[in-house]
C-alpha cells in the first residue's frame, strides 16, 4: 500500500510546494502595493509623490497581473487537452515578434536577428507565439547592453529545430537540469530584477510538449545561451539534412 501511495503523496508534495512558491511570488509585490497606498495615503502629499507611489503601484499591479496569467496557462496546459494542431509558416511570425520587442531592444541596444528564410512547422500558432516568447524574453533580459539575439531556424529529418542565441551570462552545469521547473531560478535576485516570476521556461517546456515539441538547451557561462524548440516540420521535408537558413 505504502508503495502504491507513493506517486500520489509525491504529486501532492510537488503540489504543495507549487501552492507555497505561488503564494509566496503573489505577496511580493501585493506587500509592495499595500505599502505604496498607505504610505500615499498617511499625510498630505505633493502630487509629485503621489505620482511615484501611483507608478509603483500601476508596475506591481501589472507584475501580479503577469503571475496570474502565467499561473491561468500553466493550468490549462496541465489539463493536457489535445490541442488543435495547423501548419504554421515561421516566415509570418518573426514580424510580430520582432514588432513586440521593439522598444525593450531599443532600451538597450540589442540586436535581434530573425531567420530569412522559408520552414514551416505542425504547431498551434497561439502556442509557439507564447514559447518563442518566453525564450525572447529571457533572452532579452539576460542579455548585456548592446548584445546580438540570434534566431535561427533549420530543417532535419522532418524535424524544425528553432533556437534562440544569447550573449548573457550563460547557465552553470549544475542548474540546467532544474530550469523547466517552476518557480527555479538560477540567480535570484537576477531574475527578480529583471521582472522575472521563474514560471516562463516551465511555459516553454509544457507548450512545446502540448504540441508534441521537444525543448532543448545547451550553455556556457559568461558566454551565453541556445534555447531550442523542435516541432515536426510542416510539410514533406525533401531538404532533409540542410541548413535551410541561419539569421
Ligand atoms: P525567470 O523569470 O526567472 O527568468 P524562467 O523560467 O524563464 O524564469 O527561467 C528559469 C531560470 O533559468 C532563470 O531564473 C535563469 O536563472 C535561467 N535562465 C533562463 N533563461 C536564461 C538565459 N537566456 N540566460 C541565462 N539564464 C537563463
Excluded: C
Amino acid at each position: 500500500a505504502i508503495l502504491a501511495l507513493r506517486p500520489v503523496t509525491s504529486s501532492m508534495r510537488r503540489l504543495e510546494q507549487f501552492t507555497g512558491d505561488a503564494g509566496h511570488e503573489l505577496r511580493t509585490p501585493l506587500s509592495s502595493i499595500r505599502l505604496n497606498a498607505q504610505v500615499a495615503l498617511a499625510q498630505d502629499r505633493r502630487p509629485e509623490d503621489f505620482r511615484r507611489h501611483l507608478t509603483a503601484i500601476a508596475s506591481q499591479a501589472e507584475r501580479s497581473t503577469r503571475l496570474a496569467e502565467s499561473l491561468l496557462l500553466l493550468a490549462r496546459l496541465d489539463r493536457r487537452e489535445e490541442v488543435p494542431m495547423e501548419t504554421v509558416n515561421l516566415t509570418d511570425i518573426w514580424p510580430d515578434l520582432s514588432t513586440a520587442f521593439a522598444g525593450r531592444l531599443a532600451a538597450s541596444e540589442l540586436t535581434l536577428q530573425t531567420p530569412s528564410g522559408e520552414l514551416t512547422v505542425k504547431a498551434d500558432r497561439g502556442l509557439l507565439t507564447i514559447a518563442l516568447d518566453n525564450l525572447i524574453d529571457n533572452a532579452v533580459r539576460y542579455s548585456p547592453p548592446k548584445g546580438t539575439i540570434a534566431i535561427t531556424m533549420q530543417s532535419a529529418g522532418g524535424r524544425a529545430i528553432i533556437a534562440v542565441t544569447d550573449q548573457g551570462p550563460g547557465i552553470p552545469p549544475t542548474a540546467l537540469p532544474h530550469i523547466w521547473d517552476r518557480f527555479y531560478r538560477a540567480d535570484a535576485s537576477r531574475s527578480r530584477d529583471s521582472g522575472g516570476n521563474g514560471l516562463g521556461l516551465a511555459i516553454v517546456h509544457n507548450a512545446v510538449e502540448a504540441m508534441h515539441g521537444r525543448v532543448a538547451v545547451t550553455s556556457e557561462v559568461g558566454r551565453g545561451s541556445t534555447f531550442s524548440i523542435i516541432l515536426p516540420t510542416g510539410t514533406t521535408d525533401v531538404r532533409s539534412d540542410t541548413m535551410i537558413v541561419t539569421s
